[in-house]
Nanobody
């Protein structure tokens, strides 16, 4: 089992940057989990953003953020990051990190594959 806590959200102007962090704690090693980031805007369904494998460091991005966002992880610090650049007003949402038990190279784009979720952090991009 793992507990996830996101941080780093806030208010930023369009074109700006933010870096979100998600710190993991619990009995099971952080390196056992593939990690993902999702977001949910008011009145909309939860949307997949990015994922990273537990072992190979392979990454995958939604088309909406490709080239602007970067997911990374530091297994020594039990933390996954989401660097967000060139932010747009449509990026405004609550951002969630998630952990899913996976094989060495597994990457999950479906929220159904994730077992644990953080409480979310608000990102607001003003125009």
């Amino acid at each position: 089992q793992v507990q996830l806590v996101e941080s780093g959200g806030g208010l930023v102007q369009a074109g700006g940057s933010l870096r979100l962090s998600c710190a993991a704690s619990g009995r099971t090693s952080f390196s056992s989990y593939a990690m993902g980031w999702f977001r949910q805007a008011p009145g909309k369904e939860r949307e997949y953003i990015a994922a990273i494998s537990r072992g190979t460091g392979s990454t995958h991005y939604a088309d909406s953020v490709k080239g602007r966002f970067t997911i990374s992880r530091d297994n020594a610090k039990n933390t996954v990051y989401l660097q967000m650049n060139s932010l747009k007003p449509e990026d405004t949402a609550v951002y969630y990190c998630a952990a899913g038990v996976a094989g060495w190279a597994g990457i999950f784009t479906s929220d159904l594959r994730y077992d644990y979720w953080g409480q979310g952090t608000q990102v607001t991009v003003s125009s």
